[in-house]
Each structure stands twice: as structure tokens, then as C-alpha cells.
């Protein structure tokens, strides 16, 4: 009798055991935001362009809030070159689990593969949207005391020497490119683009003297425009920006360009669909933190605009459709 009695409170020990060994991982699963994924490994997301710029700033600000949801740690690697296409080309040959993501900045990563000659080897096709992260519409800016005071004097000057008024920019067809070419169109005039791997390149080389103009975001210039170093001569959006009050647009002074910089997190086309929603669910209460927003203020210009895989995707598909026809005129025009 000693030795059943001995047996079954040992067979009734285990069994809790093994109960609260149970309840202690399903506990740990309904408190990690991830569940299976991301097991504790490090997830990567790639910055298609230079350290310092804005995308790499709200790269970093994203990765600290997602290593805080995701509890694993989320490192950013930087690929400049290409205007994005080195970066993306190394996301669509990665392995499609959710540890390897990508900024994708558009129009940019369009043109790559709108345009026969860049060989891009993806399509939209290639890419799984997880979400989408923030908004920037374009602008054009001189150095504060520069002799171009507004839009149409620096337009005036182009078209007077043809291809001699140098306009930096972030890379060749990336979003500030196409409003140089769109401006062009519109206005009739022929600039000089000088094409950098990111933003914060190309400011330098206004500041430094050795363009007349620099095409970027509208959070390239707000730092800038408080410090007294930038005059931003027009932005390429329908409404006047909140961060560049008393600014006017290119539509209001007569030239109908309208470019906007929309960046958002990307993986390679067949990432499970369970991880996806995981990262998306993780992205969108980053994105809507009020430390994030904090974090983005720090730059100026960046609107939020948080964007489901499924809505990230249709605003894509909805983004190419409009460009197409444009690069077809453009290239049609040269």
C-alpha cells in the first residue's frame, strides 16, 4: 500500500508539473505580441539609403518601437545605391520568413521596374506589404541668402542657360528626381540634376555650395528653414504643408506637380501570412504611439499614414497605375 501511495503521489506530482510547465509557455504566449514569431531572433530591416537621412531616422525611431512590441531585438542595416534598387534586389532574394524586411520608398522602387533599362529584377509582384509607415510631399529649396527668391526666378534662370541650373537630389528617379522631371514638363525649362545615395548627401551639397538647388522632402528642409539656411521655394502637394507655413505650392504658382514620398515596410513576395499580420499588427501601434510621433517631430514634415498589408498594397497598385503613364511621357519627351 506504501509503495501504490508512493507511486500515485509521485504519478499526482508530475502531472502538476507538467500543468503548470504548460501554463507557465501559454502564459508567455498570450503575453509575447509575436506568439511563435519571432521566437526570439533578430529581425533585420533594410534602409535602402545613407545613414543620417530622414528615411534611416524613421527607420531607427520604427525599429526601437518594434523591438519593444516584438520583445526581440530589430536591427537596421543600411544598402545604399541604385536609388533602392541594391537594397530591394537583396529583400526579393532573401528568404520570405519576416526576418528580413525593407523600407521601399514610392514612386522610387516603380521606376525601377517601369523602366526596361534599369533591369530591376522584381515587380510589384515581388514584394509582400506589411505597412505602411509615413508621407512626405516633395519641395525645391536654395540657400537662405541665394538670389532666387521665389520658384519662378529659379525656373527664369533654367530657362535662360538650359541644363547649367544644378538641382541635387537623393538618387537618380528617386521622388525627388520625378518632381525635377514633372517641374521640367511644366514649365518648359531644362535643369542640371546631380544625383546623391540619400537626402542628407544631397542637402550637404547645397550647404556646401556646390549646387544651386536641392529637390527633397518637405522634412529635409523644416530644420533647415528654422535655422535660417533654407528659402524652400515651392512644394509639390495639393494644400500648403503645416510644417512649411507660408509656403506656396507649384500648383499655386501656376505648375501642376504634385509628388509624394511614401515610405513603408516591405518582405519578399510568399512571407506566411500569419507573420505578416504579426508585423503589421506590430507596426501600426508603433506608428500610432505618441512616442513615436515624438520621435518623428524631431525631424518635422513626416505625416504619419499607417496603412493595413491590404490597404498598403491597393494604394500601390493605385500609385503605379498613375506613374506609368507619366515615365512614358517623360521618356518620350527626351
Known amino acids: 500500500m506504501g509503495i501504490r501511495l508512493l507511486a500515485t503521489r509521485a504519478a499526482v506530482l508530475a502531472a502538476a508539473m507538467v500543468a503548470a ?3 507557465i509557455v501559454e502564459s508567455t504566449y498570450a503575453q509575447s505580441p509575436a506568439g511563435k514569431f519571432p521566437a526570439g531572433k533578430t529581425i533585420t530591416i533594410i534602409v535602402p539609403y545613407a545613414a543620417g ?27 545604399p545605391g541604385a536609388a533602392s534598387q541594391v537594397a530591394l534586389t537583396a529583400l526579393v532574394n532573401s528568404k520570405p520568413d519576416g526576418y528580413t524586411l525593407s523600407y521601399a520608398v514610392l514612386p522610387t522602387v516603380i521606376t525601377h521596374y517601369l523602366d526596361p533599362a534599369r533591369e530591376a529584377p522584381y515587380t510589384r509582384k515581388n514584394f509582400q506589404p506589411v505597412g505602411h509607415h509615413w508621407q512626405v510631399p516633395a519641395m525645391i529649396a536654395v540657400k537662405a541668402n541665394s538670389s532666387y527668391k521665389t520658384l519662378q526666378d529659379l525656373l527664369n534662370a533654367a530657362k535662360a542657360n538650359p541644363g547649367t541650373v544644378t538641382i541635387s537630389d537623393s538618387g537618380l528617379m528617386a521622388n525627388p528626381h520625378l ?21 542628407a548627401p544631397s542637402v550637404t551639397a547645397l550647404l556646401g555650395g556646390h549646387v544651386t538647388a536641392v529637390a527633397g522632402g518637405v522634412s529635409d528642409a523644416v530644420a533647415r528653414v528654422q535655422a535660417g539656411e533654407f528659402r524652400v521655394l515651392g512644394v509639390a502637394a495639393e494644400q500648403e504643408s503645416e510644417f512649411l507655413p507660408g509656403v506656396p505650392t507649384m500648383k499655386a504658382q501656376g505648375f501642376d506637380v504634385v509628388s509624394v514620398s511614401a515610405a513603408g515596410i516591405l518582405a519578399p513576395a510568399g512571407t506566411p501570412k500569419d507573420v505578416v499580420d504579426v508585423l503589421s499588427r506590430a507596426i501600426k501601434k508603433v506608428v500610432e504611439s505618441d512616442a513615436h510621433k515624438r520621435d518623428l517631430d524631431k525631424y518635422g514634415g513626416i505625416a504619419r499614414h499607417y496603412l493595413n498589408p491590404e490597404q498598403y498594397a491597393a494604394f500601390w497598385a493605385d500609385y503605379e497605375a498613375r506613374l506609368e503613364p507619366v515615365l512614358k511621357e517623360i521618356k518620350g519627351a527626351k
Not at 181 to 187: S, V
Open 53 to 79: 537621412g530622414t528615411t534611416d531616422a524613421s527607420g531607427r525611431f520604427l525599429a526601437k518601437g518594434l523591438e519593444k512590441e516584438l520583445a526581440t531585438s530589430v536591427q537596421i542595416v543600411n544598402k
Open 21 to 23: 510547465s504548460l501554463m
Open 179 to 199: 518632381t525635377v522631371l514633372m517641374l521640367e514638363k511644366a514649365a518648359g525649362v531644362k535643369f542640371a540634376s546631380v544625383h546623391f545615395s540619400g537626402g
